[in-house]
Every structure is written in structure tokens, then in C-alpha cells.
């Protein structure tokens, strides 16, 4: 158990619905990343947060967006989704963005567009 | 962020040292070698990481070249439970640079 928590562990909707997934870091870290993983492109960075504040983003689309709160968790919010947003979408944590900090992955979310 | 290549899969005896090589010949002087694991589906998760000197742990060790341009991950006595795909990463020195994972390399511990 890594200590990262992920909610909901599936999750199937429909095309163009918006959903919610939501991370719970490990106690004390402070830095939040999503990762999604699809079949063809492998584990994608999206978005990095550190202590509520955006750090780095990746390759995310506009229709994503993401946040943490006051108490570090964390939201990935998916709208107007798409068959090709179907993938595995990993939260990871870490005390703080070092080059020699290791991250903590979370279980993940499967999402399926239908 | 510099560039790893790892072989798409190999495979390993049970009980065997399984050696997993990464070639990283673009490699700066301030980047550190990190190695993950992903099992079937599960969260990657950290094995180890080095920046010149070799590093051991109780997963693995880390053999990094003298002119770091290629590693190996040494799992001393491979289980069952190590099948996998192993990525080796290069990270920038900047806090701000995530990590990025490649193909990675399918690693089958055959019985």
C-alpha cells in the first residue's frame, strides 16, 4: 500500500459526461501529480500540484482540468468526455518536487467512455 | 529531458539475477537514473535511483557507468512476483520537471 488513495477505482459513463476523480496524497506530502495511461500511449504526464498551487503541466487537454485544496487532496475533473479518454489515470504524491524526490503511486481509476 | 532506451522485454529464471540494461547517452551532469516498476495494471512503483555512484537497496541495485551514459537494474533473486514493466527515467535537476516514462522494458520471470 503506497498510501495514495484513489477514488472511485472505475468508473463508466457515457460520451460527453463529465466526472470526477478525486486523490488523497500520502500524510505529509505535499505534491500532487496525474498520470494517464492509455494502450497506445503509455503513462502520459498531465498536471502537478504543489501545496494548492499549479507546478508543471504536461500533455493535458483543455477539456481537463484539475485542483488541490486546502487539505492537499486532489480533483481531476473530465468534461465533454470521448471515447479516447478511456484509460487508467493515476495520482502519485511526494513531499516536495525535488530532483531526487520519489513519488508514490496511487492504485488508479479506470474510466470507461461507452 | 534526455532520452533512455531500454529492450522491449526480456526474460528471466526464477531465482535468477535479472539484469536490466538502459542506455541514457545523452545523459547531463546534474540528471538522476530513476528506475520504477509497474505490475499488471497496478501503480508504477519506485525501485531506485542514483545520480554517479551505485546504489543498492533492498529491491535492487543500481550500476550506473563511470560515464553514466548507461545503466543496469541488478534484481539479485528474481520471484514471480517481479514480471513487470520496468522503466528507467532520466530527471532533470529542475523541482519542476515530472517524470517521464518511456516503453519501458516487459520483464517475465519464468518459472
Redesign the interface.
Given at each position: 500500500d503506497?498510501g495514495?488513495t484513489q477514488t472511485p477505482k472505475h468508473l463508466i459513463t457515457a460520451t460527453g459526461q463529465r466526472v470526477t476523480l478525486r486523490c488523497s496524497p500520502r500524510s505529509g506530502d505535499l505534491s500532487v501529480?496525474w498520470?494517464q495511461q492509455s494502450l497506445d500511449q503509455?503513462?502520459?504526464?498531465l498536471i502537478?500540484y504543489y501545496n494548492g498551487e499549479e507546478?508543471?503541466k504536461?500533455n493535458i487537454l483543455e477539456r481537463f482540468s484539475a485542483q488541490q485544496f486546502p487539505d492537499l487532496h486532489s480533483e481531476l475533473n473530465l468534461s465533454s468526455l470521448e471515447l479516447g479518454d478511456s484509460a487508467?489515470y493515476?495520482c502519485?504524491s511526494s513531499v516536495?518536487?525535488?530532483?531526487?524526490?520519489?513519488?508514490?503511486?496511487?492504485?488508479?481509476t479506470q474510466l470507461s467512455v461507452l | 529531458d534526455a532520452k533512455t532506451t531500454q529492450p522491449p522485454s526480456m526474460d528471466c529464471a526464477e531465482g535468477r539475477a535479472a539484469n536490466l540494461p538502459c542506455n541514457h547517452s545523452t545523459i547531463s551532469g546534474n540528471e538522476y537514473v530513476y528506475w520504477y516498476r509497474q505490475i499488471h495494471s497496478q501503480g508504477p512503483q519506485y525501485i531506485i535511483h542514483g545520480l554517479k555512484n551505485n546504489e543498492t537497496n533492498e529491491m535492487a541495485s543500481l550500476i550506473i557507468t563511470e560515464d553514466r551514459k548507461s545503466s543496469t537494474l541488478i534484481l539479485p533473486h528474481a520471484t514471480l512476483r517481479d514480471t513487470a514493466v520496468y522503466y528507467c527515467i532520466v530527471r532533470l535537476h529542475s523541482g519542476n520537471t515530472p517524470l517521464v516514462f518511456g516503453k519501458g522494458t516487459r520483464l517475465s520471470v519464468i518459472a
Open positions: 503506497s495514495v501529480y498520470y503509455g503513462l502520459q504526464f502537478q507546478r508543471a504536461g487508467l493515476f502519485a516536495d518536487p525535488q530532483p531526487n524526490e520519489k513519488l508514490f503511486f496511487g492504485s488508479g | -
